[in-house]
């Protein structure tokens, strides 16, 4: 990942208060997992100058990884208005993924049109586990695609879901990773010292982390 692309999109996420930081009151997540950090990709869309740059982003990772595809397919509903917009940049078709199938119609989780046979780029805006975006890849699969490569904007970098892409045989590329975060935010004094040894432990160990507060 090249160093520049990694520091101008963390500093993009921190300009538009994406990425939140909160050591002495943690959140809550969904899953019940407690943490000092927060990420909120949705806000992008407000912000269209912070948009184009994780746009172009994507654009430059993808070429400078030389990733092959057809097309590109994003989960719903975090990573549907990138690849969207990144589609339309690169001028090629996309589909997106539902969470779960249609409890109606013809029940599809792929919307847009077919995959079979088709080189896909799953786009997605944040990776904590990786269950997302793996069930959106199996569902491509199961469909007939073929997925080596997902793309996100940033991953909390757990080992179990370097484990679990590993184990489904698909590579990871981010825009972005906390430790270019935790730098920038280092560099504009919204983090000392301190807090930041608090969200580095926490993501060395989220689990234990979590019990031990």
């Known amino acids: 990942m090249n160093a520049d692309l990694k520091q101008s999109s963390a500093k993009s996420l ?3 208060g994406a ?14 997992l407690i943490s000092p950090v927060y990420v909120d990709n949705r806000s992008l869309i407000y912000h269209p100058q912070a948009w184009r740059a994780v746009i172009d982003g994507f654009a430059s990772l993808i070429d400078r ?13 975090g990573g549907l208005p990138h690849s969207s917009a990144l589609a339309f940049a690169l001028s090629r078709p996309s589909v997106f993924i539902r969470k779960e199938a249609k409890g109606h119609g013809t029940g599809k989780r792929i919307e847009g049109g077919t995959v079979a046979g088709k080189r896909v780029l799953l786009i997605e805006d944040l990776v904590t586990t990786g269950g997302s975006s793996l069930s959106a890849v199996a569902a491509l699969r199961e469909a007939g695609a073929i997925v080596r490569d997902v793309l996100a904007i940033i991953s909390y970098g757990f080992p179990e879901a370097a484990s ?4 489904a045989e698909v590579s990871l590329h981010t825009l972005t990773d906390f430790d270019s975060v935790l730098i920038a935010a280092s560099e504009r004094q919204q983090l000392d010292d301190a807090q930041i040894a608090i969200v580095r432990a926490w ?11």
């Open 14 to 16: 921190l300009d538009i």
């Open 19 to 32: 990425v939140g930081f909160s050591p002495e009151a943690p959140v809550t997540f969904k899953s019940g």
């Open 65 to 77: 990884q030389a990733l092959h595809y057809d097309l590109l397919a994003g989960v719903a509903l």
């Open 164 to 167: 679990a892409f590993t184990r």
């Open 203 to 213: 993501l060395a160990a989220p689990h234990c982390w979590q019990a031990r507060g």
